[in-house]
């Protein structure tokens, strides 16, 4: 699996407190070993997210992500609360 990681994702990464760091470090390697990990809730978007999935990475974050060709290629998009990740 080749992991990039969208500017916006990098961007929203920087402004999280440590503890939060930390907790998405750890979803990222959880993520890289088993995708679907029943933790992780992997799951397909609907409407304007349609094509995209996203993971928990704790109690309110939320990752947003595409994934190409059966995980060969993932892109992480977009990280943050649930209210702001899914307008």
Do not use: P, W
């Not at 397909?44 to 995980?71: C, Q, T, V």
């Amino acid at each position: 699996m080749k992991i990039k990681y969208h500017k916006r994702f990098e961007k929203q990464f920087k402004k999280l407190l440590d503890r939060d760091k930390k907790k998405v470090i750890n979803v990222i390697e959880i993520f890289v070993k088993n995708v679907e990990h029943l933790n992780l809730r992997n799951h397909k978007l609907k409407g304007n997210l349609a094509g995209k999935r996203a993971i928990s990475a704790g109690s309110d974050l939320r990752i947003i992500f595409e994934e190409f060709d059966s995980y060969t290629l993932v892109i992480f998009l977009d990280l943050g609360k649930h209210n702001r990740v899914y307008k």
